[in-house]
């Protein structure tokens, strides 16, 4: 709380034109009216901090923003929560190459979007091969490219799927099944569980052009197909969070092949 001379100059306006009202010089009735400029003070700041909070790098509820947007993935570090709120705000429509793209790096996340025009098959950048093998050239501890595991993308055509799991309350013949017994139900479901459903990438060419990789930056070949995509890196905590921004702005009919390493 400060002493406002704006608010004091109004209030000494409002005042009436008498001696006993005068506060040009300190007296106790001087004071108490500076220290009623206070609180008209307070209320603009108040209300000023109120407007910056529908700003992402200036707001005070991140977590009201977290509901707001419905955001179930949210990173813990609160840099990260205002970028995936920056990035919520930009999303105002369209589902071209360029606003997926602009959409994903101001969310953060630094990536490229390449259409698959001319169609090659996608299998090429979605297939796991060995990165390296026991007794091979890269394998020398030291080198700049010796690094264990599989190369491959991820493909991402939907949500995760759920589905009911069954418990069997009854048979046939039991006792349970007399007619009348409030137990008699022949079987009921009790909870649901994420099953990760396995698509097959088909063989023919006249559905390659429905696929799209996001990944790092990309070569094409003299005929404009793409040849090679680098692996984009994505801060493992917000993986979740990436791959439903990916399955919100991507179109319905699309499959997306995601080249990125989370780490």
Not at 17 to 42: G, M, Q
Not at 77 to 85: A, C, G, H, K, L
Not at 151 to 176: F, K, M, Q
Not at 226 to 236: C, G, M, N, Q, R
Request: aromatic share 16%.
């Amino acid at each position: 709380m400060a002493f406002n001379e704006r608010f004091f100059k109004i209030i000494k306006y409002l005042l009436p034109k008498s001696k006993s009202f005068k506060i040009y010089i300190e007296k106790k009735l001087s004071n108490f009216f500076k220290a009623l400029t206070c609180i008209p003070d307070d209320f603009r700041k108040y209300l000023d901090e109120i407007y910056l909070d529908i700003f992402p790098k200036t707001t005070r509820q991140l977590d009201e923003w977290k509901n707001e947007f419905g955001l179930f993935f949210f990173p813990p570090y609160e840099n990260e929560q205002r970028e995936t709120i920056d990035g919520e705000w930009k999303a105002k429509g369209g589902q071209g190459k360029d606003y997926i793209q602009q959409v994903l790096r101001d969310a953060g996340f630094d990536v490229y979007v390449h259409e698959n025009i001319p169609p090659v098959d996608p299998d090429i950048f979605l297939t796991s091969i060995a990165s390296m093998v026991c007794g091979g050239f890269n394998a020398y501890a030291g080198r700049l490219d010796a690094y264990a595991g599989l190369t491959g993308g991820e493909l991402l055509v939907n949500g995760p799927i759920y589905t009911n799991i069954i418990d069997i309350a009854s048979s046939a013949g039991n006792i349970n099944m007399s007619c009348g017994n409030l137990k008699a139900c022949c079987r009921y479901f009790e909870k649901m569980e994420i099953v990760d459903k396995t698509y097959t990438i088909t063989n023919d060419p006249d559905y390659w052009g429905y696929f799209f990789f996001i990944g790092g930056q990309a070569t094409r070949n003299i005929n404009h197909e793409l040849e090679t995509i680098d692996f984009a890196l994505i801060p493992s905590g917000r993986k979740e969070e990436f791959k439903r921004l990916v399955l919100k702005l991507k179109p319905a009919q699309t499959w997306v092949g995601l080249i990125v390493t989370y780490t």
